[in-house]
Structures are given as C-alpha cells and as structure tokens.
C-alpha cells in the first residue's frame, strides 16, 4: 500500500482526488490549509510533515488560484505558487517522495494555433501564470523524482468554477454575455483526478512535464451554451469579444493543450469534453 499525501484539502481537485480515491487500497492523508495542517508556504511546516508522513507520493494540489486578484495580490500569489512549490519539491526530494504538483494552460501566451505541447516555450500573460512557471522550475531545479501535470479551465461539483457559475446565473438572469474568442479545453477535475491516481498505480517513473485536459476544443460561449443545454436552463447567450469584458488578469487567446505525450505513457484515452460536462451536471441534479 502507498502512502500518499495530498495537499490543499479543501480545493476542487483534492476534493475529487477524494471521491476516486476510495476505489484505490492506497493510504491517503489530506491536509488543508485552514485547519491548520499545511501551509505549503510555512518550510518548517512542510519539511516536518513529509519527514514524519514517510509519503511515496504527495500530490499538490494547494495553489493562489484567484487568477485575476494575483495582479493586486502578487507576494500571495509568489508565496503560495511558487515558493511553496519550491519547499515541497525541497522536502520531497529528502525524503524519496515522488511530487505530483499541478500546472496550468496560463503558462502560455496563446499566440500558436496547434495545442500546445510539453516542449513549447512558456510566456505568462499574468501574475498568476508567472508565478505557476516560476513554482514548475523550482519543482525542476530541487527534485528528480516529479510528474508536473498541466492542465485548462478546471471544473467540477465543488468550489468555485465557470460550470458553477453559469448554472447560477443561468437561474438568475435571462440573457448573458460570455466572450467567444479565447479557444481552449474545458477539463472536469474528476477526469484530472483519476489520471493523477493513474501515474501512481502504474507506478509509472518517467518523470517530467505533461499535459492533460478533457479532448476537443471550445471557446467559453460554447462551454456556456452546452452547461444551458445539458441543464435544460433557456437563457439567451450572446457571444462578445474578450475586449467587450476586460479583466485585471490577461488571458491566453488560444490555450488548447497535446495530449499525446499522456495517453502514449498512462495508456488512456480521454474522454470529450462535452461527455465529462453531462457527467458533472448529472453530479448536481
Ligand atoms: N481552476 C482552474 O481552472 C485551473 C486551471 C488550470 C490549472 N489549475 C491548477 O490546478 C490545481 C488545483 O486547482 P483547483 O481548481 O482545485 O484550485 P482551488 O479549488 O482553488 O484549490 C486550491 C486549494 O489550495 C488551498 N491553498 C491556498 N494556499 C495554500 C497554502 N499556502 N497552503 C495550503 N493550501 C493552500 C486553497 O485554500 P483557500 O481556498 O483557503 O485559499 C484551496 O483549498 C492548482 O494547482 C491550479 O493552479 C487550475
């Protein structure tokens, strides 16, 4: 049985970390950081609790995920993703444990219009980005033994997300603007959690970094439009330009990621984004 720690509890991705974990015979610690347990930005905190967890893995889900308060908000941001990152790439290599920590589309400036892959040049467009590339190469430089998993547009049943939001203002409103022009991959964090649990069962040790996002493409109107039509919610959608709903954090127009590299080494296939969605809504009602 292997032990493993999972960091930021209480966040959407941990949460369904939790839900799949129990069809694994794995000894799994969830920590969050209200309580108390671990804050991945206390070193001392992080060193002792990977010194007394003898963890094989620890999965690190704890991030500054307030994409557009980092620009205000950027030593919360630098302390959370990328020195907390750093400690626990730190503390896992003293400890022989394997680091799965979790990346982002956003480190990418959105100019290509192929997907992405693991080999191309990062340009953060913001501080949220940039601070997620700067907690990649602290994982890269202070460990060996680390998968750093890149995903798009996260959503599930649980905490704050586009799905979430959109069923509430489906309910409250009668028409909606959603922008049209940043084309990337809706992923649904169960489908994320399990290819997490997968690199551990497979015991898989050809580390590095990888992307994973639901398949198939869309721009946040479509994404939008299908939550509506799954949900049966009639409420008029215009599509706008991003330009018509300007936001402190700027965004990658394009942030579509391969996945080739992911289904060649876990052997998957990953479901379409519209399928995961119909799952996840079903979840609601
Ligand atoms: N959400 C997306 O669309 C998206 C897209 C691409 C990549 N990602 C990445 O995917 C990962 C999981 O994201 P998510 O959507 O599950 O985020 P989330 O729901 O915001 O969860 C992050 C958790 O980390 C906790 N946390 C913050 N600072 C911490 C600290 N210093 N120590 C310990 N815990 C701390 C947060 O607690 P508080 O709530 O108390 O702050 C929260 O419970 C993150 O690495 C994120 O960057 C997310």
């Not at 970390?17 to 000894?27: F, L, N, P, R, T």
């Not at 790439?89 to 589309?105: E, F, P, V, Y």
């Not at 907690?135 to 049943?157: A, P």
């Given at each position: 049985m ?10 959407q ?31 001392e905190?992080?060193s002792?609790e ?15 995920t307030?994409?557009?308060?980092a ?15 750093k400690?626990?790439?730190?503390a ?7 680091l ?20 191309d ?27 750093i ?8 049943e649980?905490?704050?997300n586009?799905?979430?939001s ?7 409103k009668?028409?909606?603007s ?9 992923t649904?964090a169960?489908d994320?959690?399990e290819?997490?649990l ?12 990888y ?10 109107y ?6 509506f039509?799954?949900?049966?919610i ?13 936001l402190p954090?700027?965004?990658?127009n394009?942030s579509?990621l391969?996945k080739?590299?992911?289904?060649e ?8 984004w ?10 609601l009602?």
């Amino acid at each position: 049985m292997k032990k493993i720690l999972v960091t930021g509890g209480d966040g959407q991705l941990a949460r369904c970390i939790k839900d799949v974990s129990s069809k694994y015979a794995e000894d799994f610690t969830f920590v969050y950081r209200n309580s108390l347990e671990l804050n991945i930005a206390d070193e001392e905190a992080v060193s002792k609790e990977l010194e007394y967890g003898t963890y094989d893995y620890c999965i690190n889900c704890a991030a500054y995920t307030h994409v557009d308060n980092a620009e205000k908000e950027k030593e919360k941001a630098i302390s959370v993703n990328h020195i907390g990152s750093k400690y626990l790439a730190i503390a896992c290599k003293k400890h022989g444990t394997m680091l799965l920590h979790i990346s982002t589309d956003f480190v990418f400036n959105g100019i290509k219009r192929v997907p992405y892959t693991e080999e191309d040049i990062e340009e953060p467009l913001s501080v949220y980005g940039s601070t997620k590339l700067l907690g990649e190469k602290e994982i890269k430089n202070n460990t060996f033994k680390y998968f750093i998993i890149r995903t798009s547009w996260l959503y599930s049943e649980y905490g704050h997300n586009f799905m979430k939001s959109m069923l509430k203002l489906g309910k409250e409103k009668e028409e909606l603007s959603v922008v049209n022009d940043q084309i990337g991959t809706p992923t649904y964090a169960k489908d994320l959690a399990e290819v997490l649990l997968l690199f551990i069962v497979k015991e898989n040790t050809d580390y590095g970094i990888y992307n994973y996002s639901n398949e198939g493409t869309a721009s946040w109107y479509d994404f939008a439009t299908a939550i509506f039509e799954i949900s049966n919610i009639s409420v008029k959608v215009h599509p706008i330009p991003s330009k018509e709903y300007p936001l402190p954090a700027q965004r990658p127009n394009f942030s579509v990621l391969d996945k080739a590299k992911i289904k060649e080494a876990l052997k998957i296939e990953i479901p379409n984004w519209k399928d995961s969605l119909l799952k996840a809504c079903k979840t609601l009602n």
